[in-house]
């Protein structure tokens, strides 16, 4: 069955830098999961609803939201499985927990806290 695990998160002033990490495990079949599919970040900050930042698609192309753009750049290394949010000029606005996503699986969030 496979996993998805986010690692990166942390405490960071406003203005820095953070990459996050979303690791898929399980089988070699359910790890390509991460080259084969749509990858999205997302993220909840308390009392709000869960909004996306990035996507990812098979093929490379990426959106962001637009309150990212120019600051978050979200990749993808298929050879690891893993998919990364690298989050510049991170703002107190960004803090949240951070949940990586594909279709219906999702992993259990990392937190991001900026301060000011």
């Known amino acids: 069955q496979v996993r998805l695990m986010e690692s990166g998160g942390g405490l960071v002033q406003a203005g820095g830098f953070l990459r996050l990490s979303c690791v898929a495990s399980?089988?070699?079949?359910?790890?390509?999961?991460?080259?084969?599919?749509?990858m999205a970040w997302y993220r909840q900050a308390p009392g709000k609803q869960r909004e996306l930042v990035a996507t990812?698609?098979?093929?490379?192309?990426?959106n962001y939201a637009e309150s990212v753009k120019g600051r978050f750049t979200i990749s993808r290394d298929n050879a690891k499985n893993t998919v990364y949010l690298q989050m510049y000029s991170l703002k107190p606005e960004d803090t949240a927990v951070y949940y990586c996503?594909?279709?219906?699986?999702w992993g259990q969030g990392t937190q991001v806290t900026v301060s000011s």
């Open positions: 996503n594909c279709g219906s699986l």
């Open positions: 399980g089988s070699i079949f359910d790890r390509r999961i991460i080259s084969t599919n749509v």
């Open positions: 990812i698609r098979s093929g490379g192309t990426t």
